[in-house]
């Protein structure tokens, strides 16, 4: 007994069995182990779920797109099977028979207006250009209906009055320009990528059809060309303010611009006001309604559409693209496949960074729009994106035309006419923009992106009261897109030169939020880290020889100044940046944004030879050399330059014994002749001339000295 005992029996004479706690660890061990065996599976894709779901999708019987017991009813003999459905439905092809010339044909060249403009200084468009080099501006064409008017907001450097680079004087910074600046990413919302091939009920998609207007139109966009062969496209705009006795001394510390990318790659993010994202501390977020992109027959193929999708999202964009490029082979009248065959293509320009690539990108959009039956949410994602895509090109126009199709499909979407706002202000069209923001005030009156632009608008006719409202309060909504620096510089502004105090309240919140650098130094297009101070010595700056050779010369050029004042022709030009407030000031200027004026220097050929040995002057893109002269009685607004990029250098010429003055932050000199002044004009800076006579002064522009010799080359010009 004691025997049996031992080897596990029981007293009755059965054997004994596992007991209650090895059940359990056996359990657990077998448990564990499929949950690994779960984790394993997962964590190295050991199997394709989607392509498990594609092959399933053989077996859809009924025509809807998934595997379904209504599938396999039908298979089993319990459900008769339904008739397939045509591609296209006979009636849809007969209504857009113009449709079929423009798609179902090789893609080809059909977009002109993506590619009539090619660089004109012996760039190729598909060879990027090395750091630093210019990009001029694209010719002028057809389309006068467009052509700017006397008050617009095309970057120039002088005021709302659009003139071309290179020609003739050129002005520096504009205070009321409008421009849309990115990054050269194409990314775009999330819901456009995540929800792209999701199911939808069949009956949801309604065909929008665009029709070829735009085919025929040659772009003549009036902005500099922007692409890929420069990161960061910015505008040439100058931003003026007023001081006051209750200025804020602010820290010296240059903020980077919000959203600024690491500072080696070279990219400012200047602020974005058409890009109605929502913005961190603003209005709650609404819950999205997920687009709808796939119509009847491309739910029919969503397990092909699904795997061309999954290559795109994985970064493969190079077999992404043939994937998408065999479906539109396969199914030429996919909208599904055509969109994801552009959004490959948006990728891949990305990724090579290649001009050529986007821009049959932006036709694929185009065509993905136009097919018959193509789901309204499809037709809206591919025209915003291609618009979007155009401006990023430089082609405003191109752009333009686009938006006006997306507010004829869709009339009441005041998203799209705020957009469309925009896009007037871009081409410089300021009145076609004011009847568009008010049409959407009329009907959303408390529209904060409405307001904020239509008090820009009006701040630019001058209008410097009625702009304080609108722009007061847009900022105020909080909505997207009005949390933008160049709106409380101008609220700011325009306080100021109505004489209400509360204009550095605004300032100081902007620099709260991240807008400026300081309540003093507003520039709004910087490089993060570069020493901040209104006023330089000449040994702090390293460009001593520069300041010596003006001081020594400073006679010379004086006497080509005064000779150049005396020419009938007149090479001096008013200022018309709308900085006065009164008096008479006029500028005749040499270089321009690093490019020499060979004509102006005719007028003074002994002072540009001088210069032309220096090139932290000569070089300097986002400067200018220029003499200056004001007449007695002048007041020159407070105003601030555009970058922190530069400092400025005044040679006194012809000074008045007394009567001359200027103020930069809080800090107010004179100037002597045959002396350099130099400050830091993204610093708030103020003139008066009270004098008997006029004064004559020589203005050189510098780099920052402590700008690389890299972010020299590589920042593009202001």
Aim: aromatic share 8%; proline share 6%; net charge negative.
């Amino acid at each position: 007994m004691a025997e049996e005992t031992k080897q596990g029996g029981l007293k009755n004479g059965r054997k004994g069995g596992l007991s209650g706690s090895s059940f359990f660890t056996w359990f657990m061990v077998i448990a564990l182990l499929g949950v690994w065996t779960s984790v394993a599976v997962v964590w190295f894709d050991l199997v394709d779920y989607e392509e498990v779901l594609g092959k399933l999708g053989i077996y859809d019987a009924d025509g809807d797109g998934d595997f379904d017991v209504d599938d396999a009813k039908v298979l089993l003999g319990l459900k008769e099977k339904p008739a397939p459905k045509p591609t296209v439905p006979p009636e849809e092809a007969d209504m857009y028979p113009w449709l079929e010339d423009q798609v179902l044909e090789s893609p080809g060249r059909q977009n002109i207006e993506d590619e009539v403009y090619e660089q004109v200084q012996s760039l190729d468009e598909t060879v990027y250009s090395e750091p630093g080099e210019n990009l001029p501006q694209e010719p002028e064409g057809p389309a006068e209906e467009l052509q700017p008017d006397d008050h617009v907001f095309v970057g120039s450097d002088a005021d709302d009055r659009y003139e071309p680079m290179g020609t003739g004087a050129v002005h520096e910074e504009t205070e009321d320009s409008y421009h849309i600046e990115e990054t050269a990413s194409p990314a775009y919302s999330q819901d456009m990528e995540d929800m792209m091939y999701e199911q939808e009920n069949p009956d949801s998609s309604e065909p929008v059809v665009v029709d070829d207007a735009e085919r025929t139109y040659q772009e003549t966009d009036d902005v500099t060309y922007r692409d890929y062969d420069e990161q960061v496209y910015e505008p040439l705009q100058n931003e003026g303010t007023e001081s006051s006795d209750h200025a804020v001394d602010n820290s010296n510390t240059i903020l980077e611009e919000p959203h600024m990318p690491p500072a080696e790659e070279q990219q400012e993010v200047p602020p974005e006001t058409n890009k109605k994202a929502d913005e961190p501390g603003k209005k709650g977020k609404v819950k999205k309604k997920k687009p709808k992109l796939l119509n009847k027959f491309d739910k029919t193929i969503k397990a092909e559409l699904d795997a061309a999708e999954k290559l795109r999202k994985r970064g493969k964009i190079e077999e992404a693209v043939n994937a998408f490029e065999e479906l539109v082979r396969k199914y030429p009248q996919s909208p599904g496949a055509r969109y994801g065959k552009a959004q490959c293509e948006d990728d891949l320009a990305e990724k090579r960074r290649s001009n050529e690539i986007l821009r049959r990108a932006i036709e694929t959009y185009q065509e993905a729009a136009s097919l018959p039956d193509a789901p309204t949410d499809l037709v809206k994602l591919s025209l915003k994106r291609r618009s979007d895509r155009q401006q990023f090109l430089g082609h405003m126009r191109g752009s333009l035309l686009t938006l006006q199709k997306l507010v004829q499909l869709f009339p009441d979407d005041t998203a799209l006419k705020n957009d469309l706002g925009v896009g007037y202000l871009l081409i410089g069209d300021n009145d076609s923009a004011k009847k568009v923001y008010e049409e959407v005030l009329s009907v959303t009156p408390n529209d904060g992106f409405a307001k904020v632009h239509y008090g820009f608008i009006l701040k630019a006719q001058n209008k410097i009261a009625e702009s304080i409202p609108y722009l007061k309060e847009g900022i105020e909504s909080g909505d997207p897109g009005t949390d933008d620096g160049r709106f409380y510089f101008h609220l700011g502004d325009a306080m100021q030169r109505v004489g209400n105090k509360e204009a550095y309240r605004w300032y100081e919140l902007g620099h709260q939020r991240g807008h400026f650098a300081s309540v003093w130094q507003r520039s709004l297009y910087n490089v993060q880290g570069l020493k901040a101070q209104p006023w330089w010595t000449p040994k702090e700056t390293g460009y001593t020889e520069l300041v010596k050779s003006l001081e020594r010369n400073w006679k010379l050029i004086r006497d080509e100044g005064l000779a150049a004042m005396d020419r009938t022709h007149g090479l001096f030009l008013p200022e018309d940046e709308n900085l006065r407030e009164k008096g008479d000031w006029s500028q005749f200027t040499l270089w321009q944004q690093g490019r020499k004026n060979e004509n102006a220097c005719k007028g003074a050929p002994k002072t540009c030879s001088l210069l032309d040995k220096f090139p932290e002057t000569t070089g300097c893109r986002r400067g200018q050399i220029k003499y200056s002269i004001m007449h007695p009685g002048t007041h020159v607004w407070p105003h601030t330059g555009p970058t922190n990029c530069r400092l400025r250098m005044h040679l006194g010429l012809v000074i008045p014994k007394e009567g001359c003055k200027i103020r930069c932050a809080n800090e107010t000199r004179t100037w002597e002749e045959g002396k350099v002044l130099i400050f830091d004009d993204s610093f708030e800076h103020e003139v008066w001339q009270d004098a008997a006579s006029f004064r004559l002064i020589f203005i050189v522009d510098v780099w920052h000295p402590e700008l690389t010799p890299h972010q020299r080359r590589s920042l593009p010009a202001i």
